[in-house]
């Protein structure tokens, strides 16, 4: 029978081994961010399985808590959302540290999940604030952030980041060819996100130009 292969983080081996080796130590901590422009949630379910793993190389992906959290049906693994508002209310979060200091109901932990933090505006992370630095040993926090500045420095200060990579870079005409059709498609939201992305790599005349020959 082939050996199956270790559980990671889609597109991630070196940052998946970083995380399965601090959870092997127990040095996995009770918060981090992750952050970049890979599989964010992925990786979080990656991490909170390194939490609760039960097996002997974090996570093993076969234990029940394992299986659990990878299918999202572990009742100790929380993802934070707020479907009647834009942002994150604060009920909601309040609503986190109060069910924070009630013990876990399968695993060693509770892992709450925050899949987007642009959507947690600074009077939402000072609620959580107290939690996340003093809060009960079972509880985890994991925060998911394409820019970890996002999150306010006093949150930051409290938490490990992991990165994940950056895609690679797209080919010069492929970039040129996004642009045009970026800006063909006038919508605003689209061309910004794409010029950030061009803030270090240029788009040279000659790239543009050889657009006209297709």
Not at 188 to 214: H, P, Q, V, Y
Request: glycine share 6%; net charge neutral; charged share 25%.
């Amino acid at each position: 029978m082939d050996q199956q292969e270790p559980l990671a983080i889609p597109g991630e081996p070196r940052l998946s081994q970083r995380i399965r080796e601090a959870a092997n130590r127990d040095a996995l901590g009770r918060a981090a961010v992750l952050s970049g422009q890979g599989d964010l949630a992925a990786a979080a379910r990656f991490t909170a399985a390194a939490l609760l793993c039960r097996g002997g190389n974090k996570p093993c992906g076969v234990c029940p808590d394992c299986r659990k959290i990878l299918r999202d049906v572990h009742p100790d693994v929380l993802t934070v959302t707020d479907p009647e508002h834009k942002n994150v209310s604060v009920d909601v979060l309040r609503g986190v540290t109060a069910d924070a200091s009630v013990l876990p109901n399968e695993g060693r932990r509770k892992v709450y999940i925050f899949p987007d933090c642009s959507l947690l505006d600074g009077k939402a992370q000072n609620v959580l604030l107290k939690v996340v630095e003093d809060g009960p040993s079972h509880a985890a926090f994991l925060f998911c952030a394409a820019n970890s500045a996002s999150l306010l420095p006093t949150i930051r200060s409290r938490t490990t980041e992991w990165k994940l990579s950056p895609p690679p870079a797209a080919e010069p005409v492929e970039r040129a060819r996004e642009l045009c059709q970026a800006v063909c498609s006038r919508k605003a939201a689209e061309l910004a996100a794409f010029c950030a992305e061009l803030e270090n790599s240029k788009i040279t005349r000659e790239e543009l130009k050889s657009l006209l020959s297709d």
